[in-house]
């Protein structure tokens, strides 16, 4: 019989996220389903010849022997608060590290969760330390059991210590907040979530593609839904939808074919550019259609600019705090730049904005939507 997947009351967004993702298994299992690892690791060690036996034996006071513990009897369970150790590119690669110099003398030991009621250990800090144990054949290690009535205790108290630990990705972050509907920021995880999902983008590495590419940064993302992402200033947490990041995606993925990563920031200095230019640019398709002519003559105007990992330097706007600011600005000049000659013998038709210079300078301090401006439209 399978095991169920979700251990724990979850949201139905935590579990359209976690829809292609393995969130409950055993150390083995999941360096199986990411077999990569061992792999390196198994190249890395043949190349190093014979090398002695690695244990624990004499590392600890014979009169203060800890517990040991097997490492393929624990579970680690996503739903519950631990993350996948294998799956970050970048804690990958540290684990590989460790697994290599392993050193008994510097293993600190595992915590683990002894869940009463369903008699079952969890791994709740070490997945990665027990990770390269395992790769290096060594599966009774030293851990601290602590017992709990049910998995549920078990979260709660993982959550309440591990709300402070910095080291956790600002991914792994949300997908907690998306998860529990209690979290106080449930609210802003789940719109974030759904914006993601109709704007066509993904949140995570592992599922980016070109029909979803990725964009990272979570908080960033956050920052743009509230100050330009087009929802009215009253409407709170729990009912964004972010029209204008909408559009910015689709005006993205029309400027640059097959695209699979975004730059957040570069997403934050489009959408800024959509919110202040609103009442400047046709609506509907036709502004849309304006937007993309406009993103690709950036695009082509240059040949540092053909690649959308360069917008934020080359443009001035690579600044973390001000890429909504500055880039807003920054696309306003440029717009003045590529459509110059555009008005020349226009009448009947939607006039092409010129951003004055106190405008421009307005926008690099702070974002505010342009009022209407009449001389834009057809004449009578």
């Known amino acids: 019989m399978a095991k169920p997947k979700y251990t724990s009351n979850v949201t139905h967004q935590y579990k359209q996220a976690t829809a292609n993702k393995d969130i409950r298994y055993t150390i083995d299992e999941n360096i199986a389903n990411n077999p990569s690892i061992k792999e390196e690791f198994d190249k890395w060690r043949a190349k190093q010849g014979p090398s002695e036996v690695l244990s624990f034996d004499n590392v600890f006071h014979p009169n203060y022997q800890p517990t040991m513990f097997d490492i393929r009897k624990a579970e680690i369970r996503e739903d519950w608060g631990q993350r996948n150790a294998l799956t970050e590119p970048g804690r990958k690669n540290k684990i590989l590290g460790i697994a290599k110099k392993f050193d008994p003398m510097q293993f600190q030991p595992l915590d683990i969760d002894y869940i009463i009621d369903e008699d079952i250990y969890i791994i709740r800090d070490g997945g990665g330390r027990a990770t390269s144990a395992f790769l290096n054949g060594i599966f009774l290690v030293p851990v601290s059991i602590r017992m709990v009535n049910s998995a549920e205790d078990s979260r709660r108290l993982f959550n309440a210590q591990d709300k402070y630990n910095a080291a956790i990705s600002s991914y792994d972050k949300f997908l907690q907040q998306l998860l529990d509907a209690n979290h106080s920021r449930h609210k802003m995880a789940s719109d974030t979530w759904s914006i993601s999902n109709s704007s066509g983008f993904s949140l995570d590495h592992l599922n980016k593609s070109a029909e979803k590419p990725l964009v ?57 550019f959509i919110y202040v230019s609103k009442n400047r640019i046709p609506s509907g398709e036709e502004g849309r259609t304006r937007l993309t002519e406009f993103m690709k003559k950036v695009r082509d105007s240059s040949s540092e600019l053909n690649k959308i990992t360069n917008w ?61 401006d009449d001389s834009l439209y057809p004449q009578a």
């Open 216 to 272: 990272q940064g979570i908080s960033t993302l956050q920052r743009v839904i509230r100050t330009s992402g087009g929802d009215h200033k009253s409407v709170p947490w729990g009912k964004k939808s972010a029209p204008n990041i909408s559009t910015a995606i689709d005006v993205i993925k029309s400027t640059f074919s097959g695209i699979d990563e975004i730059p957040v920031s570069v997403l934050e200095a489009i959408t800024a």
């Open 312 to 372: 934020s330097t080359m443009l001035h706007f690579d600044s973390s705090n001000n890429y909504g600011t500055y880039g807003a600005a920054a696309l306003m000049n440029k717009w003045n730049e590529v459509f110059k000659n555009k008005n020349k013998g226009r009448t009947n038709s939607y006039r092409y904005v010129k951003w004055e210079q106190h405008e421009i300078a307005v926008t690099k301090n702070n974002l505010i939507e342009f009022a209407r």
